[in-house]
């Protein structure tokens, strides 16, 4: 990824999330009280307008025709992501967020327990993140460690281990959003890095279905085809559901759960009583080391 493109795609998740804030808790998808800290001024201001239910729903409608369904996936991959961490928090030693972005998750979850986490991503990145959490916090928590990694390039291990990463731990991984933007080679490389990782660990990943990155259907989303697999293209990985089992397991790792657009419309959104859509462009896998 070129330092625009990656730091355009920082933002965007973010935005989602703070906006949601504004949601009645019962209608919310995610909580996350950071989210709109976390965001630059103009940003901050953008989410500010949408207390107002008129201009937030004009704001999600916006999102729909860039990407149907995207919204409510963007915001319920974070809800998983937080519940199944949650879940074995006290059965892991770490967390490694592989492209953290402007994510909060270790921040809210210092407030509760000194849990060692690891943030990696792009220098252009992790520059941004360690100036916005001094901005927000004050200074980085001691748990909190921001590894600049190139993902095309770099070794993890060897990046993460300069950081403090022992090779025992048992380590929950959060990959969301990013294996898109990888090479396959990329992908694979990542996945072989992490074969040395303790027995009980979990991963929790992303990723875009192949059949709309090769064009075969683009699920109604023709605008979003055309932003991400156009005459510069962001996008460039995908898998089929039915190829993740296989694809994990080739590096040591269990399928324990996957999620698609049903599992997401039955768990997260019909509770809340809105009319949002779900997207089979984006899915989300859960799985254990072996």
């Known amino acids: 990824m070129s330092r625009n ?11 989602l999330t703070a906006v949601e804030q504004n949601e009645p808790a019962d209608r919310r998808l995610v909580d996350d009280d950071l989210a709109e800290l976390f965001l630059p001024i103009p940003m901050r201001l953008l989410v ?4 107002w239910p008129a201009v937030r729903r004009a704001l ?4 729909e025709r860039t990407g149907r369904g995207l919204w409510a996936n963007l915001a319920c991959r974070k809800r998983f992501i937080d519940e199944k961490l949650d879940e074995v928090r006290d059965q892991i030693d770490a967390v490694v967020v592989l492209g953290a972005g402007l994510d909060t998750r270790a921040y809210r979850l210092n407030r509760q327990t000194r849990k060692l986490f690891f943030e990696v991503d792009l220098p252009v990145n992790i520059a941004r993140k360690a100036k916005t959490v001094r901005r927000v916090l004050g200074e980085l928590p001691l748990s909190v460690r921001l590894v600049a990694l190139n993902f095309e390039r770099d070794d993890l291990l060897t990046a993460l281990a300069e950081h403090g990463y022992l090779p025992d731990y048992r380590v929950f991984f959060v990959w969301e959003g990013v294996t898109q933007y990888l090479t396959e080679d990329a992908v694979r490389t990542t996945l072989k890095g992490l074969r040395p990782t303790a027995p009980g660990s979990r991963l929790v990943f992303t990723y875009v279905r192949r ?3 090769d064009g075969t259907d683009r699920y109604g989303t023709r605008t979003l085809y055309r932003s991400v697999r ?7 990985f995908g ?4 190829e993740v089992a296989p694809f994990l397991a080739e590096y040591g790792w269990r399928l324990r759960e996957q ?8 768990r997260y959104v019909a509770p809340t009583g809105r009319k ?9 896998a859960y799985a254990e080391k072996m």
């Open 60 to 63: 999600i409608r916006t999102s």
């Open 230 to 236: 156009g005459r510069k293209p962001l996008w460039h």
């Open 259 to 266: 999620l698609g657009p049903d599992e997401l419309m039955q």
């Open 276 to 284: 949002l859509n779900t997207s089979q462009v984006e899915w989300s």
């Open 5 to 15: 493109s990656a730091a355009r795609t920082a933002f965007g998740p973010m935005v």
């Open 239 to 242: 898998l089929e559901p039915e």
């Open 211 to 213: 059949d709309f990155i």
């Open 48 to 51: 500010a307008t949408t207390r």
